[in-house]
């Protein structure tokens, strides 16, 4: 099996086991294809600034929840996902904020559109009874937008650092969500 149709897979497969998450009250707001940019319509440099830029909004949102939950968090494994998701989104989004400046930078119609869909994400782990569960239940649709932006990227960029990085949150976060949906079951 090629690693890229290896990779899509393992992302996808996680799907069903998302479809017995209730995820009541943590839609993504917005979320619909027919708002903001089309991403399997772009390619080549056009692609790769609207999907990076889109991409650090989406990581952006994951900071912002992560930061919200924290001071509530009790479960130690939950605020250690936390803290990686500070630490490791942070530090992707150095690196495209970075790939984005040759390429014209910020594509600001694209973030504003990412910004919008993350917006209800962060107030309910302000006020929710129970923050860990809160926050795992809010991860995995964030999760799951992620692995569909980048199952997207690795089909239509030609950036070999695009296509790792996007192969990175691929194999990363259907791992973490695979260990979040393991989490909540218990």
Do not use: C
């Amino acid at each position: 099996m090629k690693p890229l149709t290896f990779l899509l897979a393992a992302a996808l497969s996680v799907s069903p086991a998302l479809a017995q998450t209730d995820h009541s009250g943590h839609a993504m707001p917005g979320m619909t294809a027919s708002q903001g940019p089309n991403l399997t319509a772009l390619s080549g440099k056009a692609f790769d600034r609207a999907y990076l830029s889109m991409m650090i909004a989406h990581h952006q949102g994951a900071l912002d929840m992560a930061r919200a939950a924290q001071p509530r968090l009790k479960d130690a494994k939950v605020k250690a996902w936390a803290a990686a998701v500070i630490q490791e989104q942070t530090r992707e989004i150095t690196l495209m904020t970075g790939w984005l400046k040759p390429l014209g930078g910020v594509d600001s119609a694209a973030r504003t559109h990412m910004q919008g869909m993350m917006a209800g994400m962060v107030a309910p782990l302000k006020t929710a009874a129970n923050a860990d569960r809160a926050f795992v239940q809010g991860m995995l649709p964030h999760h799951q937008g992620a692995l569909e932006m980048a199952g997207v990227a690795l089909m239509r960029s030609s950036d070999a650092r695009v296509l790792k990085l996007s192969r990175d949150i691929v194999r990363a976060q259907a791992d973490e969500m695979y260990a979040y949906r393991l989490w909540l079951l218990r």
